[in-house]
């Protein structure tokens, strides 16, 4: 708590998001509304190092000049914890990534000119008819708050829930629900989502899609589990049908492009948007429909 105190103000604000802390020690932060921002405290290396080597000293681990990254989390704010000491930086630098505390349901992101009423309206229907949405965008981009107002929705319903993600962020008020926490190399995500159909879901929520348990999530919503939602890293909405490809492909010598545009049927892609009050904007919202000659066929829904 004391190595902490230059930046507790922050860890205990439920609208920051991230916690970033260079070389030079200046501490950005990255705030829901206002984007990221230098909130001009500025640490010393020595008191930087210090949290480092607490954080690792609570997960068991060290950092050295031997094994000088770290991946964590933060005791009681859960918050994930990415950090590097020298050799491989200039001085010792971290980010801090806080679950997110508020959820915003689908109409405050009307309320923000985010989404247009009929875009929600186009999600919330999408949602009823267990669809399966997957979620795209950069780092920072918001996808798991969108996620977490997507199941919003999902809670108004009476279906049994499955959520697999490694930290906890997805919050989800379904009153039948299973979260289960990966825990590389131990228990991984292709495990939990295979042990997913074990367990009776009639939704699977993935909390980010990634290396070759992708195959496994498509297959689970394409037999019988519809309603799924997952996010994934990409930089539009058809690239985020690529990127499954480039996953799916880390366990098998050729995607199946059939069985990806079946099992997907919304694509929604965020972004950061420093010019948008919000600081986040949606650039597209489409329907697959299908795939032919290796090209996606992609529709903007009729609202």
């Not at 991230?18 to 932060?29: H, L, P, Q, R, Y």
């Not at 010598?253 to 010019?275: F, G, M, N, Q």
């Amino acid at each position: 708590m004391t190595a902490l105190a230059p930046i507790m103000v922050y860890l205990d604000d439920s609208l920051v998001l991230e916690i970033m802390v260079n070389a030079d020690g200046k501490v950005w932060i990255d705030k829901i509304r206002e984007g990221v921002f230098f909130s001009h405290v500025v640490m010393v290396p020595d008191d930087v190092e210090r949290i480092i080597r607490l954080l690792a000293a609570a997960m068991n681990t060290e950092v050295n000049e031997k094994t000088p990254s770290l991946s964590a989390k933060i005791p009681g704010w859960g918050a994930r914890v990415q950090a590097s000491v020298p050799p491989i930086v200039a001085a010792p630098v971290f980010s801090f990534r806080k679950p997110a505390k508020l959820v915003y349901p689908i109409q405050d992101y009307v309320d923000c000119n985010i989404l247009t009423n009929e875009e929600a309206a186009f999600l919330k229907k999408s949602v009823r008819e267990r669809k399966n949405i997957l979620v795209g965008g950069g780092t920072g981009s918001g996808k798991t708050t969108f996620v977490n107002a997507l199941l919003q929705e999902v809670a108004g319903t009476n279906d049994r829930v499955y959520i697999v993600e490694d930290n906890p962020e997805l919050q989800c008020d379904a009153e039948n629900k299973v979260e289960i926490f990966v825990q590389p190399p131990v228990y991984t995500h292709q495990k939990a989502i295979m042990d997913a159909l074990r367990f009776r879901p009639d939704r699977i929520i993935v909390g980010e899609v990634r290396d070759g348990a992708a195959i496994d999530m498509l297959k689970a919503w394409n037999t019988g589990h519809p309603g799924g939602i997952a996010t994934i890293h990409a930089n539009s909405t058809a690239s985020m049908l690529d990127r499954l490809c480039q996953l799916c492909e880390e366990v098998m010598p050729h995607a199946s492009r059939y069985l990806i545009a079946d099992a997907i049927d919304i694509c929604v892609h965020l972004k950061r948007d420093p010019e948008h009050p919000a600081g986040r904007s949606i650039t597209g919202i489409m329907e697959v429909t299908g795939e032919s000659e290796g090209q996606w066929l992609l529709k903007k829904p009729v609202f």
